[in-house]
């Protein structure tokens, strides 16, 4: 009896087939790209094609970064990958992770090779790179003598900064002997002391770049004391010194940007803190002057002379205050004082011997006002207005008179 099977079964039993073959897990395929086609979900689609025959193939969003270049129909590229079967529709494809250049395939893949382990070794992390200072005076450069790459460099550098030093090594960039060669250029300039070097060069195929790809340049870049702003080739060029390097720049001219600051935004910008400071300053010294003001104003107030001042103008006041008082408590006196003397004016004994009245005493000076104080032969004296009369008593002779 035959067996008969799902379409599913068959796809997947094939699929299983094509999972065991180990050769088709990594394979690296070569031919012409047609049918090329970004897709929206960041896939791309393809076809691979020769003289014999045509090969299904897609690389999904996540391995892009195996893509260095822009793919178009046409490009004659190497892809690498794995051939597996899509059970839907029963078809098998590549599923790239690399691609590259035909020619470049071999060079590639030792890029690769040699980025992967120095990864490892960890050349790349983040806590190795050095921070690019601001407001650089002295700029390394480790290029090509002539070229554009060094003139963009310069150009820029100038025109950012006109009193930069730009130290020069002229580096051979391609063919036998260029890394070595970048290699002293960098050590070179370590030593000189600048501040900054950038190393690159123009753009190129991975065959001119691959100077830049050689571990002893990595390790050279790595070891390096001073900041190190690589500049190879276009944005889309990717080289092992770019990822060593304490800075990437995609062109040699935003390498420049990148190292140089801009001398007149640093000179406009400490115009406007200058500016700002004088602005502050003044109004620090106007508050100053104002609180200065208002001490002295307050000082002169509490001085010591201020004081004697107005304690003398008070000495004053209270002076004539009690001179006025003094003055009334006098008047007052002076006629309290005359009612007195008025008053006792009319007893007084000289107004009534004025008035023909006399006082009699004694000759021990005791007042006589009875006629039984005296007897006959006793000496008195008689005191009239204008002075003194002694008389002897010759009689006496009593007489009753009314006292009221």
């Not at 992390?125 to 060094?150: C, D, H, M, N, S």
Request: aromatic share 10%; proline share 2%; with cysteine.
């Amino acid at each position: 009896m035959k067996n008969v099977y799902s379409v599913g079964q068959v796809n997947r039993y094939v699929k299983n087939m094509f999972t065991q073959d180990f050769f088709l897990q990594k394979v690296y395929v070569k031919g012409e790209v047609s049918n090329c086609k970004y897709h929206t979900s960041g896939h791309i689609y393809f076809s691979l094609k020769d003289e014999t025959g045509t090969l299904s193939c897609v690389m999904f969003a996540g391995q892009r970064r195996g893509l260095a270049f822009r793919m178009k129909d046409g490009d004659k590229v190497v892809v690498g990958g794995s051939v597996d079967v899509y059970e839907r529709d029963g078809r098998y494809q590549l599923y790239a992770k690399e691609i590259s250049l035909e020619g470049a395939g071999a060079l590639y893949e030792r890029f690769l090779a040699l980025k992967q382990e120095l990864e490892d070794m960890g050349m790349f992390a983040k806590e190795y790179k050095q921070p690019i200072p601001k407001f650089i005076k002295r700029l390394g450069v480790v290029t090509a003598p002539t070229g554009a790459a060094v003139q963009d460099i310069r150009n820029i550098s100038y025109r950012r900064n006109p009193y930069l030093e730009i130290i020069l090594y002229p580096a051979l960039v391609q063919g036998e002997g260029a890394s070595q060669s970048i290699v002293r250029g960098i050590e070179m300039l370590d030593e000189a002391g600048v501040d900054v070097i950038i190393v690159g060069r123009g753009g190129g195929s991975i065959e001119d770049l691959w100077a830049f790809n050689e571990e002893n340049v990595a390790r050279a870049i790595f070891d390096c004391k001073t900041p190190v702003i690589s500049a190879v080739g276009h944005e889309t060029d990717f080289t092992i010194a770019d990822f060593v390097a304490d800075l990437r720049a995609p062109t040699p001219s935003a390498a420049a940007e990148l190292a140089v600051d801009d001398y007149r935004s640093i000179v406009d910008t400490l115009g406007n803190y200058q500016e700002r400071l004088h602005r502050a300053m003044w109004n620090r010294v106007d508050l100053m002057r104002s609180s200065l003001e208002q001490y002295r104003l307050k000082m002169q107030y509490l001085s010591p002379e201020s004081r004697l001042r107005e304690k003398r103008q008070h000495l004053a006041e209270l002076e004539d205050a009690v001179r006025g008082s003094m003055e009334g408590k006098m008047q007052d006196f002076r006629y309290r004082l005359s009612i007195y003397l008025e008053r006792f004016s009319g007893l007084s004994p000289l107004r009534k011997l004025n008035q023909g009245f006399s006082y009699v005493a004694d000759d021990k000076g005791n007042t006589v006002t009875s006629v039984e104080q005296v007897k006959t032969g006793d000496c008195l004296m008689v005191s009239v207005t204008d002075g003194t009369i002694e008389a002897t008593v010759k009689s006496i002779r009593k007489e009753s008179r009314d006292n009221g």
